[in-house]
């Protein structure tokens, strides 16, 4: 699913107006429509007081829109317009005109104007959306810390008012605080950053069906990818294959005090598909490894706290390496002499990715290498960014410079690739920022790609999975409870969704 900037987002209305040769308030309707509709579902009670405040364009005409429906299905609807020069859409002004005279309408020009608004249960924010062409101030400014500091439930409509879709917002600026977002049709990027959760809360999308032949041909470098999509990577097992089929990987992993990383790498490998895994480890790790992974292969090192020597590389379809490394010396020399040696695609993770950052070696990265760092390993391989929308330009030009995937983790994860593209996660939650998932991570994409998943097709797998794996966790044991494990034991559970 592509993800459109606000510009883009107006063409299309245009296009689908002309296209389907209606009135742009038809559209305004279908999207008003959209979200009454979803409004009911989620906010069933009629018996809520209801604020709607409209600024003066047409996210305001879709407050007065949905105020008139809301109305019609019996809920208390209130309605400010803030308007402080008296100049509207022409979709506001239908919508103005169409409005029912028994909802009570406030028009707030100055702050002398603003009624008591105690009564109210929830608010509907209309003041701006994808129209916002500056930060807010004025009237409009003090509206929105007015909503802010309401003891009412806010739904922004399409855009948290106040907020830009796709670049940051200075500091200070006026932005409501929604606890949902209802956004039309197209994801936007301010949703998928952390830097802006506290305004966009919850976001559901809804749609208004706009012009598909636009919304196919139209060009992005940003996506969320979806379940569908996952529905067509995933690939089924074949009757008569063997373990052969699916690949040998090999996981380099675990130091003295560490080896439970390298055992959930291994256990998540194994639980996703790989068809042979050997595991090289510290002497250490050895009966740890042979006793919590019985069916991995287990090559010990001749050190016992550390790895020193790469085995023989030449049987494997996949190397992962990084979970519970640590980085001695000898460690590092093994690191460098891997990315000059390896006959095989690598997964790089943790400790990995510290000591490629500390000892420089990012121009040494094999070409299509997958790195899976978290935003402070992402820091020290690529340096430091100003906020969420600088980081995402530092890691399309790191993947573009070095020709790799990286799976940028978080809250909606990231995965940039060597042509500049961003592919966004929607799965997973917060109780898996616990230690352990990202080795999970480390393990299910080792073995995708020792299946033969080409490296996008094996991150945007890997990381989907992972999170459903997370979510379906969570419904056993809830978010804080979750741990690492968890997501291993209910990794069969999310393939088995797609059939797998
Ligand atoms: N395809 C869709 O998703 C549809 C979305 N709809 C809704 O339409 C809005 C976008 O409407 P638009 O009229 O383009 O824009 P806004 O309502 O967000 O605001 C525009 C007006 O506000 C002025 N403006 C902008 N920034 C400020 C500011 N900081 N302070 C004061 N005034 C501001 C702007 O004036 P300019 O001076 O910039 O010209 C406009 O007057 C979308 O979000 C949806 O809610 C459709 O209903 C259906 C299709
Ligand atoms: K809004």
Same mark, same amino acid.
């Given at each position: 699913?592509?993800?459109?900037?606000?510009?883009?987002?107006?063409?299309?209305?245009?296009?689908?107006?002309?296209?389907?040769?209606?009135?742009?308030?038809?559209?305004?309707?279908?999207?008003?429509?959209?979200?009454? @509709?979803?409004?009911?579902? &989620?906010?069933?009670?009629?018996?809520?007081?209801?604020?709607?405040?409209?600024?003066?364009?047409?996210?305001?005409?879709?407050? #007065?829109?949905?105020?008139?429906?809301?109305?019609?299905?019996?809920?208390?609807?209130?309605?400010?317009?803030?308007?402080?020069?008296?100049?509207?859409?022409?979709?506001?002004?239908?919508?103005?005109?169409?409005?029912?005279?028994?909802?009570? %309408?406030?028009?707030? &020009?100055?702050?002398?104007?603003?009624?008591?608004? $105690? @009564?109210?249960?929830?608010?509907?924010?209309?003041?701006?959306?994808?129209?916002?062409?500056?930060? %807010?101030?004025?009237?409009?400014?003090?509206?929105?810390?007015?909503?802010?500091?309401?003891?009412?439930?806010?739904?922004?409509?399409?855009?948290?008012?106040?907020?830009?879709?796709?670049?940051?917002?200075?500091?200070?600026?006026?932005?409501?605080?929604?606890?949902?977002?209802?956004?039309? =049709?197209?994801?936007?990027?301010?949703?998928?950053?952390?830097?802006?959760?506290?305004?966009?809360? @919850?976001?559901?999308?809804?749609?208004?069906?706009?012009?598909?032949?636009?919304?196919?041909?139209?060009?992005?470098?940003?996506?969320?990818?979806?379940?569908?999509?996952?529905?067509?990577?995933?690939?089924?097992?074949?009757?008569? $294959?063997?373990?052969?089929?699916?690949?040998?990987?090999?996981?380099?992993?675990?130091?003295?005090?560490?080896? *439970?990383?390298?055992?959930?790498?291994?256990?998540?490998?194994?639980?996703?598909?790989?068809?042979?895994? $050997?595991?090289?480890?510290?002497?250490?790790?050895?009966?740890?490894?042979?006793?919590?992974?019985? =069916?991995?292969?287990?090559?010990?090192?001749?050190?016992?706290?550390?790895?020193?020597?790469?085995?023989?590389?030449?049987?494997?379809?996949?190397? *992962?390496?990084?979970?519970?490394?640590?980085?001695?010396?000898?460690?590092?020399?093994?690191?460098?002499?891997?990315?000059?040696?390896?006959?095989?695609?690598? %997964?790089?993770?943790?400790?990995?990715?510290?000591?490629?950052?500390?000892?420089?070696?990012?121009?040494? #990265?094999?070409?299509?290498?997958?790195?899976?760092?978290?935003?402070? @390993?992402?820091?020290?391989?690529?340096?430091?960014?100003?906020?969420?929308?600088?980081?995402?330009?530092?890691?399309?030009?790191?993947?573009?410079?070095?020709?790799?995937?990286?799976?940028?983790? *978080?809250?909606?994860?990231?995965?940039?690739?060597?042509?500049?593209?961003?592919?966004?996660?929607?799965?997973?939650?917060?109780?898996?920022?616990?230690?352990?998932?990202?080795?999970?991570?480390?393990?299910?994409?080792?073995?995708?790609?020792?299946?033969?998943? $080409?490296?996008?097709?094996?991150?945007?797998?890997?990381?989907?999975?992972?999170?459903?794996?997370?979510?379906?966790?969570?419904?056993?044991?809830?978010?804080?409870?979750?741990?690492?494990?968890?997501?291993?034991?209910?990794?069969?559970?999310?393939?088995?969704?797609?059939?797998?």
């Amino acid at each position: 699913m592509k993800i459109l900037t606000a510009l883009q987002i107006r063409e299309a209305d245009q296009r689908t107006i002309a296209e389907e040769n209606i009135p742009s308030a038809a559209l305004m309707e279908r999207a008003a429509n959209a979200f009454t @509709e979803w409004f009911t579902r &989620k906010f069933p009670d009629t018996g809520k007081n209801i604020l709607i405040c409209c600024g003066p364009g047409n996210n305001g005409g879709d407050g #007065l829109a949905i105020a008139r429906m809301l109305h019609a299905l019996d809920y208390a609807a209130t309605v400010w317009i803030v308007a402080p020069e008296n100049k509207f859409s022409p979709d506001f002004l239908t919508n103005q005109e169409r409005l029912p005279a028994a909802i009570p %309408v406030t028009n707030i &020009k100055q702050t002398s104007d603003f009624p008591e608004a $105690s @009564e109210f249960n929830l608010v509907l924010d209309g003041l701006f959306g994808t129209g916002l062409s500056r930060s %807010v101030t004025g009237i409009y400014a003090e509206i929105i810390q007015h909503i802010n500091h309401l003891p009412a439930q806010v739904i922004a409509i399409d855009v948290p008012s106040g907020l830009y879709t796709e670049a940051p917002n200075q500091l200070g600026d006026a932005i409501v605080q929604a606890d949902y977002t209802l956004s039309f =049709e197209v994801p936007k990027l301010a949703f998928l950053l952390a830097q802006n959760e506290k305004y966009v809360g @919850e976001w559901y999308l809804v749609a208004i069906n706009l012009s598909p032949a636009f919304l196919a041909d139209v060009t992005t470098d940003k996506f969320i990818f979806t379940r569908e999509q996952v529905t067509q990577i995933i690939q089924p097992r074949r009757k008569f $294959s063997h373990k052969g089929t699916y690949g040998h990987a090999l996981l380099l992993a675990g130091s003295y005090g560490k080896m *439970g990383a390298a055992a959930l790498a291994a256990r998540a490998c194994l639980r996703s598909g790989v068809g042979l895994l $050997s595991v090289h480890c510290p002497k250490v790790g050895y009966t740890i490894l042979q006793t919590a992974v019985p =069916e991995a292969m287990t090559l010990p090192d001749t050190e016992a706290t550390h790895l020193t020597q790469l085995p023989d590389l030449n049987t494997y379809q996949a190397i *992962g390496i990084g979970p519970g490394l640590g980085k001695e010396p000898a460690t590092r020399h093994l690191v460098r002499q891997l990315l000059q040696t390896t006959p095989a695609p690598l %997964v790089i993770d943790a400790d990995a990715l510290n000591i490629i950052a500390e000892e420089n070696l990012q121009p040494a #990265l094999p070409p299509n290498t997958i790195l899976t760092p978290h935003p402070k @390993e992402f820091e020290r391989l690529a340096g430091p960014a100003s906020d969420d929308y600088n980081r995402l330009k530092l890691l399309q030009n790191f993947c573009r410079q070095y020709g790799c995937f990286v799976v940028l983790k *978080g809250g909606h994860t990231c995965i940039g690739t060597p042509a500049g593209d961003l592919y966004f996660n929607i799965t997973g939650n917060p109780g898996m920022a616990t230690g352990g998932t990202g080795d999970v991570l480390t393990g299910i994409i080792t073995a995708l790609v020792a299946q033969k998943y $080409s490296p996008l097709d094996a991150c945007r797998l890997g990381v989907y999975l992972h999170g459903l794996a997370g979510d379906l966790a969570r419904d056993q044991v809830g978010e804080t409870a979750l741990i690492a494990s968890d997501l291993i034991e209910n990794l069969g559970a999310a393939f088995r969704q797609f059939g797998s």
